[in-house]
């Protein structure tokens, strides 16, 4: 059954935390009986009771994140009772303290700049939907994204539902601006999603020890987990041309490579390499959306939208994009950079065709040959593909630039040869071969 958010009732999770009087005028220095602790409590909406000398509070759905402790209800009592009014001694003072952004927080507002940088404009979407949202990006029962979160006190039944993905705002949105005669429309939203799994990472503290603490990928603090998961994501979608049309061309409708370039220049923003592999979503067009690899694990979806999904919200055509904000985020090495000296030693440098099976990827491709490679081998960039009767049925060909360099020296043609045999003998082993 669905997951259902009740404000009125004990949900997944509901917090009790003990709450013991006498400690309360202890630290507080200011003297508050327990009716009166019992009473402001009831006030902002805790369910409190007396056992003995103490107090056993049930905390409300929401003020799930940000009372989970003891001191959180101390210091609720203190707002209420009064704190000017009662307070024995002066705060100091902070005039001097100086805030900041974490890391997080910087890098996750340079993912949103470089968005913006290549043409996208963000969008805020509503957090519910409706629930039959799923069934409209063609996603089957058995997915966790068509079994969302449904609200009991919802504003209206079409915001009855908290969305499992970004993607359908982002049609509304874009659905809207075309209807009203807007011929290009890029959009990205980040922000979170609300899905009813339960990560390993998300255990109660009492269980795993020490829950680690990941605000984009859910875990918040606390000694409980959060009822639900609710990860943070960056999505586009792009309709029309990303390019304004000018004399010297521009003007063509945003595809699946343009939109992959734009995810590639923001990883490289954030000093990460993306890795792209076929793959299917069910609201995406079948040969024309990939799966994307951030160091080497899953981190999101591309793909042009499916055109039964473009009819159902008025759109000819479309590409989007979703990825997971924590991997991008916590493989981001901005920061970690070291210096490399600058040699004056000449590079050498080779073009390299190879023939692989037709499903390979060329993340795999590329890897391969930067193994074989060695250190000789700078760098390695895949520049283009031939698929036809010279390499055979279920084969195609990728052309690689490569950049042979020594820090020390000038490379011989004789060492240059020995890294391309390695390269040779690594393409062998994912049952590739030089293209002679």
Not at 139 to 155: E, G, S
Not at 190 to 214: F, H, I
Not at 299 to 326: Q, S
Not at 330 to 337: C, K, N
């Amino acid at each position: 059954m669905p997951g259902t958010i009740d404000v009125a009732g004990e949900i997944p999770g509901q917090r009790k935390l003990p709450l013991r009087a006498a400690r309360v005028s202890g630290l507080l220095g200011m003297e508050i009986s327990q009716d009166e602790q019992r009473t402001y409590l009831q006030r902002l909406g805790f369910a409190a009771e007396a056992t003995g000398e103490d107090l056993e509070v049930d905390v409300p759905p929401d003020r799930h994140y940000d009372v989970t402790r003891e001191v959180d209800l101390i210091e609720e009592v203190a707002r209420v009772h009064g704190i000017d009014e009662h307070l024995p001694t002066t705060l100091p003072a902070t005039g001097g303290a100086i805030g900041g952004l974490s890391r997080e927080q910087r890098l996750r507002r340079r993912a949103e700049d470089a968005l913006r940088d290549h043409g996208f404009d963000q969008a805020v979407g509503w957090s519910f939907t409706d629930p039959g949202e799923a069934g409209r990006l063609r996603i089957p029962a058995d997915d966790p994204r068509a079994n969302p979160v449904l609200l009991a006190n919802p504003l209206s039944e079409e915001q009855s539902a908290m969305r499992t993905t970004l993607l359908g705002s982002l049609l509304d949105i874009a659905s809207r601006n075309v209807a009203r005669g807007t011929p290009s429309v890029a959009l990205f939203e980040s922000a979170r999603v609300y899905l009813q799994d339960s990560p390993t990472g998300r255990k109660p503290l009492e269980v795993s020890g020490k829950r680690p603490v990941d605000t984009l990928a859910g875990n918040f603090a606390g000694d409980q987990p959060a009822p639900f998961s609710e990860p943070h994501r960056f999505a586009g979608i792009a309709v029309g041309s990303l390019a304004p049309r000018s004399w010297r061309g521009g003007g063509e409708a945003g595809d699946f490579f343009a939109v992959k370039g734009v995810l590639e220049a923001l990883a490289a923003q954030l000093g990460v390499e993306l890795e792209f592999a076929p793959a299917e979503q069910p609201f995406l067009h079948p040969g024309r959306s990939a799966a994307v690899s951030i160091a080497g694990g899953p981190g999101g979806w591309l793909g042009e939208v499916h055109p039964l999904v473009c009819r159902t919200w008025d759109l000819d055509a479309a590409v989007a994009f979703e990825l997971d904000a924590a991997p991008l985020i916590a493989a981001a090495t901005l920061g970690d950079e070291s210096y490399e000296d600058v040699t004056t030693f000449p590079a050498v440098y080779q073009d390299l065709a190879v023939v692989v099976p037709a499903a390979a990827p060329a993340s795999e491709v590329r890897a391969a040959v930067l193994a074989g490679g060695g250190e000789l081998l700078h760098a390695a960039e895949v520049f283009d593909l031939y698929e036809g009767e010279q390499v055979g049925e279920d084969r195609k060909s990728l052309a690689l630039n490569l950049e042979f360099r020594a820090p020390d020296r000038t490379l011989t043609d004789e060492e240059v040869a020995g890294r391309r045999e390695a390269i040779k003998a690594k393409l062998g082993e994912i049952g590739g071969m030089l293209r002679e």
